[in-house]
C-alpha cells in the first residue's frame, strides 16, 4: 500500500468500500427472499433477469413477517414452471371500427361511471380515509378487514385505469404507511387479505411499475406465507395473527374450511412468484392444488368439491354440500385463470377445470322456467343423497360469476359449447336484473328448474304449486295471488330467499367478459340499463350504500338502504362498468387476468 497516495485515493477507496458493503447488503437480503438453498435445482425459471430486491430494511421498531422463526421449514420446493409459455387461443373477439354516434354513447356512459367513482372516492378521503371502509350514509369509517385500508388497496388500480393519476399517486404513497406487521383486529381473514390487498398491490404495480406497490405486496405475501407455517403445510384461513406473530405455539390448518379459502391464493401467489423470482408462494399454492386434484374423483359428486373440507387431515370427501355459488366460486373461478397466468405450463388446471366443469353441467346448471321459455341457466346447489344428487333450484348473485369463466375456459380451451354456457349463464343473471322490480337482482332466488336443458315450456300450475311448496304453511289462507303480491314475486321467482344487494360485481363481471369475448354491443346496453338501476337504488349523498331489500319501496319510491359499502363497489363493480365502456385494448384479455377481485395481473407474453 502506498500511503504517500493516500490522500489522492481516499475517494476511490471509500467508493470501494461503499460498493462492497451495498454489495454484502443485497446478498443478505436476497438470500432471506430466496427460496431455501439447495431445494430448487437453479433459479433459471425465474420470469425475471433482475430477481426482486427488496428495501433496504431500516430498524423501524416494527415487527416483519419474515424474521418470524419457521417452525416447519420445508424440505423441497416446487419452481414455477420452465419454459415459453404456450402460444393460448386469443380471447376477446377482434373489434372493428365504431361509429361516430355509438363513440359518443359509449363515452358518456363510461364518464357517468367514472363520475360515480370520483363521488366515493373523495367521500371516502374526506371521511374514511386510510381505514377498510367508508359507512355511505353516516359518513363513518369502518374497520372490517384488519385495519389496512381496504378500500385504499382495493382501488389503487381502478384509479390508475380511470386515469385518476394524481389521486392513484396520493393513494400509493399513503399505502407505503400500512404496518402488516400488527392489524385491529384478532383474527384476520386470509382469503379476504389474499384477493383484496396483495391482489391490489399487484395490480397497482404491474399497472404502473411502481415498486413500492411490490415491496407492500411482498409484505402481504410474508405475512400470509407464515399462516401456512403448519405441520403439512395447508393454510390457516381465519388466523389468529397475533399468536402466529409471538411465534411460541405452533399452528395446525384447521379441520373445517371453506374450499373457496384454501382454493383461492393460485392466482395471487404465482404472480408474486413471477415478479419476485421467489418461488415459495407458487410452492405454497401448488402444495394445495396437488390437494385438489388428489381428491377430485374421490368427492361425492366426483370433479367437484364440496363447501366444506378437511386441510388439517387433507380430507376434501366428507362433505355432501356442492356449489359454483358463495363459499365455492372462485375456487373454480381461478383454474382457468391459473393455466393462463402460468401461460399454459402446467396442464393440471386444465384437467381441474374440464373434470369440474363436466360435472358442474351435469349436476348444477339448471335452466328456470320462465314465462317467456328464455334459453338461460342458473348455477345451482346439489346434495350428494344416499339415494343420488339432489338439485336445490338456487340462484346466487354470487354465481354470476360463472358465466365469465365458462366464456373464457370455452376460449381459452378452444370449446365453443362453454362459450354458449357462458352466454347462457349470463343471460340468467340478466334476466333476473330486468325482472325485478326496481332493477335490480337480490342475493338469493329460487326458480322452478326445467327437466330439460334444451326445450322448457311455462306450465302456471307446476309455477304455482312451487310456489305454494317454497312458502309453506305461512300462507295457508292466501290465494297464489296474494302470495305473490306479499312476497313481492316477480314472475319465475318461487321464492326470494335473501333479498339484499350489497352493490356485488358478479353480473357485470360476467357481461363485462361475455361483451369483450362476444362483441355483441348489446351487452354494453343490457350493462348500462343494470348501471342506472343500480345507481337509482344506491346513490347517497356521500357514495353508494347497500340494500336490505331490493323488493322494498319506500316512501321515496325506493328500498331503504344499509350503511355500508364494501371495498369491492370500487375495486370491482365499478371497474367492471368502466371497462365494458373502454376501447376493448384498455385491460385486455389477452394481456391480462383478473383476480376474484378484479384486479388486472399481467400475463406471461
Ligand atoms: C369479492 O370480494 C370477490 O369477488 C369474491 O370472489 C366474492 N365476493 C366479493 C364480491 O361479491
Not at 295 to 322: E, H
Request: with cysteine.
Amino acid at each position: 500500500m502506498d500511503f504517500a497516495n493516500l490522500p489522492r485515493r481516499w475517494p476511490w477507496l471509500v467508493g470501494l468500500a461503499l460498493f462492497s458493503i451495498f454489495l454484502l447488503y443485497h446478498l443478505h437480503e436476497s438470500r432471506s427472499l430466496s427460496p431455501t438453498p439447495n431445494t430448487v435445482a437453479d433459479d433459471s425459471n425465474s420470469p425475471l433477469t433482475n430477481p426482486y430486491q427488496p428495501p433496504p430494511v431500516s430498524d423501524d421498531g416494527h415487527f416483519h413477517w419474515e424474521h418470524r422463526p419457521t417452525h416447519y421449514p420445508l424440505n423441497s420446493l416446487t419452481p414455477l414452471p420452465t419454459g415459453q409459455p404456450k402460444p393460448l387461443p386469443r380471447v376477446q373477439h377482434s373489434f372493428g371500427p365504431e361509429s361516430a354516434a355509438d363513440r359518443e354513447v359509449r363515452l358518456s356512459r363510461q364518464s357517468k361511471v367514472k363520475e360515480t367513482l370520483i363521488k366515493a372516492w373523495q367521500s371516502y378521503r374526506i371521511h374514511a380515509w386510510m381505514y377498510d371502509e367508508l359507512s355511505p350514509i353516516s359518513g363513518q369509517p369502518r374497520t372490517s378487514f384488519g385495519g389496512w385500508a381496504a378500500t385504499l388497496v382495493d382501488t389503487l388500480d381502478t384509479l390508475w385505469i380511470m386515469d385518476l393519476k394524481d389521486e392513484f399517486k396520493e393513494a400509493a404513497a399513503a399505502a407505503v404507511h400500512i404496518q402488516f406487521s400488527t392489524s385491529t383486529e384478532s383474527t384476520v381473514n386470509m382469503f379476504e387479505t389474499n384477493i383484496r390487498y396483495l391482489g391490489g398491490f399487484l395490480a397497482a404495480y404491474d399497472l404502473s411499475g411502481d415498486e413500492r406497490m411490490l415491496h407492500k405486496a411482498v409484505e402481504v405475501g410474508n405475512m400470509l406465507l407464515v399462516a401456512f407455517d403448519t405441520p403439512n403445510h395447508m393454510p390457516i384461513s381465519r388466523w389468529q395473527w397475533k399468536q402466529a406473530a409471538d411465534g411460541i405455539e405452533k399452528q395446525v390448518a384447521p379441520g373445517f374450511m371453506l374450499v373457496s379459502e384454501l382454493g383461492s391464493f393460485s392466482v395471487e401467489f404465482t404472480r408474486l412468484s413471477q415478479v419476485t423470482g421467489d418461488h415459495r408462494w407458487y410452492d405454497a399454492i401448488d402444495r394445495i392444488t396437488k390437494l385438489f386434484e388428489s381428491q377430485q374423483q374421490k368427492t361425492k359428486i366426483p370433479g367437484l368439491w364440496p363447501v366444506v373440507v378437511n386441510p388439517k387431515d387433507m380430507d376434501m370427501t366428507s362433505d355432501r354440500a356442492f356449489t359454483l355459488g358463495g363459499m365455492s366460486d372462485s375456487l373454480y373461478e381461478y383454474f382457468p385463470k391459473e393455466y393462463v397466468l402460468l401461460g399454459g405450463l402446467n396442464p393440471v388446471y386444465e384437467r381441474l377445470y374440464q373434470r369440474s366443469m363436466a360435472a358442474s353441467i351435469e349436476h348444477l346448471l339448471f335452466r328456470p322456467m320462465t314465462p317467456t321459455n328464455a334459453d338461460i341457466l342458473f348455477g345451482g346447489d346439489a346434495r350428494a343423497e344416499d339415494s343420488g344428487v339432489a338439485l336445490e333450484a338456487r340462484g346466487q348473485h354470487l354465481t354470476c360469476f360463472a358465466g365469465g369463466m365458462f366464456a373464457l375456459g370455452g376460449r381459452i380451451f378452444s370449446n365453443p359449447e362453454h362459450v354458449n354456457i357462458g352466454r347462457k349463464l349470463t343471460d340468467a343473471c340478466v334476466w333476473a336484473y330486468e325482472n325485478m322490480s326496481h332493477g335490480v337482482m337480490p342475493e338469493i332466488a329460487h326458480f322452478v328448474p326445467c327437466p330439460s336443458k334444451q326445450d322448457c315450456t311455462w306450465d302456471t300450475a307446476i309455477y304455482d304449486a312451487a310456489v305454494l311448496e317454497r312458502t309453506g304453511s305461512s300462507a295457508e289462507n292466501l290465494s297464489i295471488d296474494e302470495i305473490l303480491v306479499q312476497k313481492h314475486l316477480p314472475p319465475g321467482f318461487t321464492d326470494i330467499d335473501d333479498r339484499r344487494y350489497i352493490l356485488r360485481p358478479e353480473a357485470i363481471e360476467s357481461v363485462f367478459i361475455l361483451y369483450r369475448i362476444t362483441g355483441d354491443k348489446s351487452y354494453q346496453d343490457v350493462a348500462w340499463r343494470m348501471f342506472e338501476s343500480i345507481l337509482n337504488l344506491t346513490s347517497t349523498e356521500l357514495a353508494n350504500a347497500a340494500i336490505p331489500d331490493v323488493t322494498a319501496t319506500g316512501s321515496d319510491g325506493k328500498p331503504p338502504k344499509d350503511d355500508r359499502m364494501e371495498s369491492f363497489w370500487l375495486a370491482e363493480t365499478l371497474k367492471y362498468f368502466y371497462l365494458i365502456f373502454s376501447e376493448p385494448d384498455l385491460i385486455s384479455l389477452d394481456q391480462y387476468v383478473l383476480n376474484t377481485e378484479a384486479h388486472p395481473l399481467r400475463r406471461p407474453t
